[in-house]
């Protein structure tokens, strides 16, 4: 028994001298943070958080936008035939450059040929017959009905024989415009059907550019507005000029298609590419653009912090444009103003800072 109250005393001994510790560390703590906080109280002006900022100036800054857009041919079109028929002749090479009104492909037509001489047979005979009963009528020999059926039965043949010489046109397919032919998925001597393509043919100089602009600009986007890109498959840039606007916002993306014509004499460039488009607008004088790391979002907007008598001062700011390293500021700031582009996790309200001045 007396074992176990001695073990008992011993744990009780124990805990209380843990508390004590505990109690005395933090008492510890508290002194210490209050020493510094007094430190901190009598600063001087030459004391406070080691931060980097920018000298706010105006500039001109033009205001352009990055997007990305993809390349399609000017014209382009799946060649296909009208009439089903055995394939006689392929008179193009794959990949070459046609122009327009070149013959391409030529079907069977020795059936419709025959056709057609059986209907200018039988038109010949009804003009020889109608011509007969314009004579007679004339002289009194038949009625005028008699004529008229006579005249009918001509105008029926030429008729027919006009249908058989469009569907023997169809057998001959050329090039509705000068343009690169791709690769033919036909040969000699093959049976033929509408559903067949036959090969593609695209113009490609110029070649379009398809790029979409968010609705905000669009009273920035005229026509004749430059636009420079660059392609994964060249390290050059290339130009163009914006040609055709849409004439209504796109209501699930809010915003507006564009399109540009871009000069391709050598074929270097290919439909279908994927293309960094940049859109040139309008020239704005005495802008102020800061670096994209001094900005701050905040639940109402956007802020950033600026230094006044050694002191960080919170400041809501509104943007605009913003490029790969600045954005632009549209009120909230003025020139002068010194911007801290680092410690922004850091600062507080009030907060003392020394501030480094760094180019922007």
Do not use: C, H, W
């Not at 007679?136 to 010489?165: F, N, P, V």
């Not at 498959?233 to 000029?241: A, I, L, P, Y």
């Amino acid at each position: 028994m007396k074992l176990r109250y001695i073990f008992y005393t011993l744990i009780v001994l124990g805990l209380a001298y843990l508390i004590y510790y505990r109690i005395s560390a933090n008492k510890k703590l508290e002194n210490s943070g209050q020493g510094g906080a007094a430190v901190g109280k009598g600063a001087g002006p030459g004391k406070g958080l080691q931060v980097e900022g920018v000298v706010v100036s105006a500039i001109d800054f033009t205001n352009g936008l990055e997007l990305t857009g993809a390349l399609e041919a000017n014209e382009s079109v799946a060649l296909l035939s009208e009439v089903s028929g055995l394939v006689t002749k392929i008179n193009f090479t794959e990949g070459s450059n046609v122009t327009k009104g070149t013959l391409l492909v030529k079907i069977n037509d020795r059936d419709i040929q025959a056709q057609l001489a059986d209907a200018l047979t039988k038109e010949k005979l009804s003009a020889t017959n109608e011509n007969r009963s314009r004579q007679l009528l004339d002289k009194g020999a038949i009625s005028q009905e008699e004529y008229d059926t006579s005249l009918a039965d001509l105008q029926s043949l030429k008729s027919q024989s006009q249908l058989i010489r469009a569907q023997l046109a169809k057998t001959v397919i050329y090039a509705p415009f000068s343009g690169k032919i791709g690769l033919r998925s036909i040969s000699v001597g093959e049976y033929l059907t509408p559903s067949t393509t036959i090969a593609n043919l695209s113009s490609i100089n110029p070649l379009k550019i398809s790029f979409s602009v968010p609705e905000k600009y669009i009273g920035q986007i005229k026509l004749n507005s430059d636009i420079t890109f660059t392609t994964d498959g060249f390290s050059k840039t290339f130009s163009g000029k914006v040609f055709a606007i849409e004439p209504g916002i796109n209501t699930q993306t809010r915003t507006l298609q564009i399109k540009a014509l871009v000069p391709n004499p050598d074929n270097e460039l290919l439909p279908g590419s994927f293309a960094k488009v940049k859109l040139s607008l309008s020239t704005i004088k005495d802008a102020i653009l800061i670096p994209n790391q001094a900005i701050i979002p905040v639940l109402k907007g956007k802020t950033v912090f600026v230094t006044r008598n050694g002191k960080a001062q919170q400041v809501p700011v509104e943007a605009g444009t913003r490029t790969a390293d600045n954005i632009l500021i549209t009120s909230g700031l003025k020139v002068g103003d010194t911007v801290l582009t680092t410690g922004a996790m850091a600062v507080k309200q009030d907060s003392p800072v020394k501030v480094t001045v760094v180019k922007n």
